[in-house]
């Protein structure tokens, strides 16, 4: 979890935001974490063990997607030589 100074949300809200699709985010206030901020499935997801290992999982699988897609475009721009090895 990311924390923030509570100056900084203020500052940059809309990045805050963009923020929460990653992770939930703390907002402190000298030195001390005085908010969380999380999206409201998060919310619904800490309340229901169930919903809450479901979106790890998605989360998991989105990981190893991306990873799969970065060896494909890897694979793809190398030259027939490289692709050999």
Do not use: Y
Request: glycine share 2%.
């Amino acid at each position: 979890m990311q924390t923030i100074t509570a100056s900084q949300a203020k500052q940059n809200f809309g990045a805050l935001l963009s923020q929460l699709a990653h992770s939930p985010v703390a907002i402190a206030r000298h030195n001390k974490t005085v908010a969380v901020v999380m999206l409201p499935a998060a919310v619904q997801a800490l309340s229901n063990p169930r919903l809450q290992a479901r979106a790890e999982q998605q989360q998991r699988e989105q990981q190893r997607l991306m990873r799969h897609q970065q060896l494909a475009i890897t694979l793809l721009c190398a030259t027939p030589a490289q692709q050999a090895r």
